[in-house]
T-cell receptor, first 113, second 112 residues
Framework: DGGITQSPKYLFRKEGQNVTLSCEQNLNHDAMYWYRQDPGQGLRLIYYSQIVNDFQKGDIAEGYSVSREKKESFPLTVTSAQKNPTAFYLC????????????FGQGTRLTVV | GESVGLHLPTLSVQEGDNSIINCAYSNSASDYFIWYKQESGKGPQFIIDIRSNMDKRQGQRVTVLLNKTVKHLSLQIAATQPGDSAVYFCAETRPGYSTLTFGKGTMLLVSP
């Protein structure tokens, strides 16, 4: 089945630790995105990548880092510099740029303990 | 409609009713719009999209209406079912933009 897979579904982090969230797609999509969602809120863009080995900051990139070494993979690292990391993280991909449908993964819920 | 603050606007309907969820956008250059459905604890799912050269598009039980004059988008769901209960987001983009901009969402609650 083609799709976009995020792992893990739930993640717990101690304060001061970096954690990496996985996102893999087998849809042969060029573009991939990371969003953060807080309770009762919309989606805010963290980072996006339109092509392998290239990515751009979104609206709330501070405290996060990404890499795009392979077309299928776009991991997100939440660093210790992110002051309020507890949130629901969503990865998405689209065939090209934003004027085509974006497909979402099922999300990773990160909790700082 | 769009919300301010932490509380999503909520639309409560009875099973079998028609539902209309609204979304306002601010940029007159926006030319592509999508509606997503998000169930609790899951990622958003595509429902329907529309480009600015159209004012109406129909899918299975859903219709999207676009009024560019007042920068308003609506999603109509016919014969609403309990399985339609979710948060609905509109998203838009414009030429030269590489990403979608999402609204804050509307929660739809369907009672049996």
């Amino acid at each position: 089945d083609g799709g976009i897979t995020q792992s893990p579904k739930y993640l717990f982090r101690k304060e001061g630790q970096n954690v990496t969230l996985s996102c893999e797609q087998n849809l042969n999509h060029d573009a991939m995105y990371w969003y953060r969602q807080d309770p009762g809120q919309g989606l805010r863009l963290i980072y996006y990548s339109q092509i392998v080995n290239d990515f751009q900051k979104g609206d709330i990139a501070e405290g996060y880092s990404v890499s795009r070494e392979k077309k299928e993979s776009f991991p997100l690292t939440v660093t210790s510099a992110q002051k309020n990391p507890t949130a629901f993280y969503l990865c998405a991909s689209s065939l090209h740029q934003a004027d085509t449908e974006a497909f979402f993964g099922q999300g990773t819920r990160l909790t700082v303990v | 409609g769009e919300s301010v603050g932490l509380h999503l606007p909520t639309l409560s309907v009875q099973e079998g009713d028609n539902s209309i969820i609204n979304c306002a956008y601010s940029n007159s250059a926006s030319d592509y719009f999508i509606w997503y459905k998000q169930e609790s604890g899951k990622g958003p799912q595509f429902i329907i999209d529309i480009r600015s050269n159209m004012d109406k598009r129909q899918g299975q039980r859903v219709t999207v209406l676009l009024n560019k004059t007042v920068k308003h988008l609506s999603l109509q769901i016919a014969a609403t079912q309990p399985g339609d209960s979710a948060v609905y987001f509109c998203a838009e983009t414009r030429p030269g933009y590489s990403t979608l901009t999402f609204g804050k969402g509307t929660m739809l609650l369907v009672s049996p």
